[in-house]
């Protein structure tokens, strides 16, 4: 079966940087879009980005220019580069992935999900 798994998650100050990784197995990754989100303690799941099996990327307005997201499909791997990371980023990151969609901030459009990451940023 499809896994996603994610890893990369932790604690930084404020100003730092992470970067998540999410595998997947079980999937011929190259022609799955794959996306992040994130859920904040008491706050509803949010889209954070996407890329296309093209490599089209896409990101929410909250992390343009701070998140890089990117993929490796020889190693079935998707990446998010966190930089100058604030307390408002704190959450439980998730990795989705889609053989298709019409609208990547929809949650309920994915096919798979991992378990997720945490990522806490201290001010």
């Known amino acids: 079966q499809v896994q996603l798994v994610e890893s990369g998650g932790g604690l930084v100050q404020a100003g730092g940087s992470l970067r998540l990784s999410c595998t997947a197995s079980?999937?011929?990754?190259?022609?799955?879009?794959m996306s992040w989100f994130r859920q904040a303690p008491g706050k509803e799941q949010q889209f954070v980005a996407t890329?296309?099996?093209?490599?089209?990327?896409d990101y929410s307005e909250s992390v343009k220019g701070r998140f890089t997201i990117s993929r490796d499909n020889a190693k079935n791997t998707m990446y998010l580069q966190m930089n100058s990371l604030n307390p408002g980023d704190t959450a439980v990151y998730f990795c989705?992935?889609?053989?298709?969609?019409?609208?990547?901030?929809?949650?309920?459009?994915?096919?798979?999900w991992g378990q997720g990451t945490v990522v806490t940023v201290s001010s």
């Open positions: 890329i296309s099996r093209k490599g089209d990327t």
């Open positions: 989705a992935s889609a053989q298709t969609y019409s609208d990547a901030t929809d949650s309920d459009e994915y096919d798979y």
């Open positions: 079980g999937q011929t990754f190259s022609v799955y879009a």
